[in-house]
């Protein structure tokens, strides 16, 4: 059980717009910024977003992100067969039983 | 250019201990935190431990006391010892570097990371 709750599936045709939902609690989303990872099966995970909506040189403005109290969001627009992939939500938790960061437990986004 | 390199990975019985190894290059290694990331077999994301650049260190509840991460900086690499290994702690194990966000606060992100190491424990 993870942390963070994100829909382990989302699903779009190329060109459209998927969302993909993030809930936390106080002591993670409400308290730190969030970031978005893409993986893809065997291969080093990358930032898409940080601290909320923030995007990384070289990461294309289709991708962005926004949060809300204790809930973020990853929004793909003009979707491409490319994006398939997993997508995970990251914070750093201040958890007074251990700090550290928390993921959430990925969502896997199907291209049609 | 930036990289982590990951070694170490291996399969070891229940019980046992294995020392994971990850290099760093192409950034001044001592002004970052860094971590240890793992992914099990059909599973998501899950982070393993921190070590800050003044030595603390930060474990999930599942390693803690048994796992630890260190660093050398004159080798410019961190470890993660583990030991009384689990079958749960099979996965991939990635190395990965925390930046910080440029605001007033010390607020960090997960900005790099390696391709990864595989640990089995099986019997």
């Known amino acids: 059980q993870s942390v963070l709750t994100q829909p382990p599936s989302a699903s779009g045709t190329p060109g459209q717009r998927v969302t993909i939902s993030c809930s936390g609690g106080?002591?993670?989303?409400?308290?730190?910024?969030v970031n978005w990872y893409q993986h893809l099966p065997g291969t080093a995970p990358k930032v898409l977003i940080y601290?909320?909506?923030q995007r990384p040189s070289g990461v294309p403005d289709r991708f962005s992100g926004s949060k809300s109290g204790t809930s973020a969001s990853l929004a793909i627009s003009g979707l491409q067969s490319e994006d398939e992939a997993d997508y995970y939500c990251a914070a750093w938790d201040d958890s007074l039983n251990g700090p550290g960061w928390v993921f959430g437990g990925g969502t896997k986004l199907t291209v049609l | 250019e930036v990289q982590l390199v990951e070694s170490g990975g291996d399969v070891v019985q229940p019980g046992g201990s294995l020392r994971l190894s990850c290099a760093a290059s192409?950034?001044?290694?001592?002004?970052?935190?860094m971590n240890w990331v793992r992914q099990a077999p059909g599973k998501g994301l899950e982070w393993v431990a921190n070590?800050?650049?003044?030595?603390?260190?930060y474990y999930v509840d599942s390693v803690r006391g048994r796992f630890t991460i260190s660093r050398d900086y004159a080798k410019r690499s961190i470890y993660l010892q583990m030991n009384t290994m689990r079958v749960e702690d099979t996965a991939v194990y990635y190395c990965?570097?925390?930046?910080?966000?440029?605001?007033?606060?010390?607020?960090?992100?997960?900005?790099?990371w390696g391709q990864g190491t595989t640990v089995t424990v099986s019997s």
């Open positions: 106080s002591s993670n989303i409400g308290s730190n910024p």
């Open positions: 192409g950034f001044p290694f001592s002004t970052y935190s």
């Open positions: 990965a570097r925390e930046r910080r966000i440029p605001t007033p606060i010390n607020y960090y992100y997960i900005d790099v």
């Open positions: 601290s909320n909506n």
């Open positions: 070590i800050k650049q003044d030595g603390r260190e």
